[in-house]
C-alpha cells in the first residue's frame, strides 16, 4: 500500500481487523501495533510534517450522536491529514427525525461511496450493531458507558510517552467510574501492557464489582496519591445521572479533586491527566491542569495522531478483508 511515510514500515501482517469496536477484544500485539503507529504519525507531527497521501480518495463519515469537540474534529482532521476527505453527519436534520432506522442510515451512507464510519452513540452496542450490517470500516467513537477505545489508545500512548514502559506502573483512574467508557477501555488496554490500576471515587459512583476486572478500587484518594504514578482525572458526568452521587460539587472537589497540595504530596513524577472536557476547580484546579506534570494538551496531539493510525490500519484491513 502506497504511502509517503515510510517509517510506518509495512502494512502489519498481524493486523486484520477493520473494525475498531473496543480495547478489550484487542490482543496485547494488537494494541501495540496501535501505539507504535501513532507514535509514528506523532514523530511527524514533531518535525513539522502535516499532510500525507497515505489514504487518496478515502471518505470517512462521523455520526456522532452526542456533542464532541476533540474526538469528532480530531477524526476529521486525521482524514484530512491523510489525504482522505471527512464529511460530517448532522442527526437532527437526518431521516433518523422521520423514523429511518440508524442501520438503515448506515447502510445508504455507504451506498454513497464511504469507506469509514466513526459512530458516537449514547447506547452500547451500536457500534458492533453497525459493523454487522455494512461492509466498510466502522471505528467507536464512544458508545454509552462502555467503550472509548480511540480516548483509551492516547491516555496510553501519552503515559508510555513519559514513562517508557508500563509494565509494573500504578495507574488511578479517579472520578465518575460508573458512568465512563474511558475508565473502561483504559483498563482494558492498561491490564494488557502490564499496568496496575486502581479505580477512585465516591461509593456511589465506584462499586466493588470492578474487582472483577482485575483491578483495585478505592473511596479516597488520599490513600491512593503515593502509591500512583499516573493520575486519570475524569469528569463528572452529570448528563448521565438521574440522582446526585454526593451532596455538592464542593464536596466532591475537596475530596477527590486534584489541588496543588495533593500534588505536593504525590510521587515527585506524577504525571496528571484528563480526557477532557476538564471542570476547572472541580477535579483539577489551574495550578495543576497547567502545571508541567500535566500532558492534558498532549493528550489531544496524541489523540490526532492515534485516530490517524486507527484510521489506517482499519482501512487496510478492510481492502484486504474486501479483496480491493
Known amino acids: ?21 473496543g480495547l478489550e477484544d484487542l490482543t496485547r500485539e494488537e494494541l501495540l501495533i496501535l501505539l507504535d503507529k501513532a507514535q509514528v504519525f506523532r514523530d511527524a507531527f514533531d518535525q513539522g510534517r502535516r499532510k500525507f497521501s497515505i489514504l487518496p480518495g478515502h471518505t470517512s463519515v462521523t455520526l ?69 450490517n455494512v461492509h466498510c470500516s466502522i471505528i467507536n467513537a464512544g458508545d454509552g458507558a462502555h467503550e472509548h477505545p480511540t480516548q483509551g489508545l492516547l491516555d496510553i500512548l501519552t503515559m508510555r510517552q513519559r514513562l517508557g514502559s508500563l509494565e509494573g506502573k500504578t495507574v488511578g483512574v479517579v472520578g465518575d467510574i460508573a458512568h465512563s ?31 472483577e476486572m482485575g483491578v483495585e478500587y478505592s473511596h479516597s484518594l488520599d490513600k491512593i496519591l503515593t502509591r500512583v504514578d499516573v493520575l486519570n482525572m475524569l469528569r463528572i458526568q452529570f448528563e448521565r445521572q438521574y440522582t446526585s452521587p454526593f451532596p455538592s460539587i464542593r464536596e466532591y472537589s475537596l475530596l477527590f479533586g486534584m489541588d496543588g497540595d495533593r500534588l505536593r504530596r504525590a510521587k515527585p513524577d506524577l504525571l496528571v491527566i484528563a480526557p477532557g472536557p476538564i471542570n476547572r476547580g472541580v477535579e483539577l484546579t489551574p495550578e495543576v491542569a497547567d502545571g508541567p506534570q500535566s500532558a492534558i494538551l498532549d493528550q489531544v496531539s496524541n489523540g490526532l495522531a492515534v485516530r490517524m493510525a486507527v484510521l489506517w490500519l482499519t482501512d487496510g484491513a478492510r481492502k484486504l478483508t474486501n479483496n480491493e
Open 64 to 132: 456522532f450522536f452526542e456533542n464532541s469537540t476533540r474526538t469528532r474534529t480530531s477524526f476529521s482532521l486525521a482524514a484530512q491529514r491523510l489525504g482522505a476527505s471527512c464529511v460530517a453527519f448532522a442527526a437532527s436534520t437526518s431521516s433518523l427525525s422521520k423514523g429511518e432506522s440508524i442501520v438503515d442510515t448506515a447502510k445508504n451512507l455507504e451506498a454513497m461511496g464511504c469507506e469509514s464510519m466513526v459512530v458516537r452513540h449514547s447506547t452500547p452496542g451500536i457500534p458492533k450493531l453497525l459493523s454487522e
Open 181 to 211: 467508557r474511558v475508565a473502561r477501555s483504559n483498563v482494558w488496554g492498561l491490564k494488557k501492557l502490564g499496568a496496575n490500576v486502581i479505580v477512585c471515587g465516591p461509593s456511589t459512583l465506584v462499586s466493588p464489582r470492578w474487582e
Open 1 to 21: 500500500m502506497f504511502n509517503d511515510l515510510p517509517e510506518l514500515g509495512e502494512f502489519p501482517a498481524a493486523w486484520k481487523r477493520k473494525h475498531l469496536l
